[in-house]
């Protein structure tokens, strides 16, 4: 089974940091594009930050200057630094991949569980 396993949330101070992981497993056989997004409460889920398999990156303008997201193989982070409690969400991590499946490769757009990162004033 291929799937996105997130760890890193917790409760931090504002001005302070995180380190968001998310490790893709199972038979994959390649990944694209994997980024992270959030949903604040009463809000939607949007784009934090996403890197292309080549190392290309994209910041929503809330995050420019403080988020800075890498990827090594299948493991992408977000280092997040100068937290606002306003970066409070839930923080999801996607990954557009193929995998293996019955000799076949198949396409998948995954999302991880889903991570907690709280940002006290």
């Known amino acids: 089974q291929v799937q996105l396993v997130e760890s890193g949330g917790g409760l931090v101070q504002a001005g302070g940091s995180l380190r968001l992981s998310c490790r893709a497993s199972?038979?994959?056989?390649?990944?694209?594009?994997m980024g992270w997004y959030r949903r604040a409460p009463g809000k939607q889920r949007a784009l934090v930050a996403s890197?292309?398999?080549?190392?290309s990156t994209n910041y929503a303008d809330s995050v420019k200057g403080r988020f800075t997201i890498s990827r090594d193989n299948a493991v992408v982070y977000l280092q997040m630094n100068s937290l606002k409690p306003e970066d409070t969400a839930v923080y999801y991590c996607?990954?557009?991949?193929?995998?293996?499946?019955?000799?076949?490769?198949?396409?998948?757009?995954?999302w991880g569980q889903g991570t907690q990162v709280t940002v006290s004033s």
């Open positions: 996607n990954a557009d991949l193929s995998y293996f499946t019955g000799g076949v490769h198949v396409p998948a757009l995954l």
């Open positions: 199972g038979s994959i056989f390649s990944i694209n594009d």
């Open positions: 890197i292309t398999s080549g190392g």
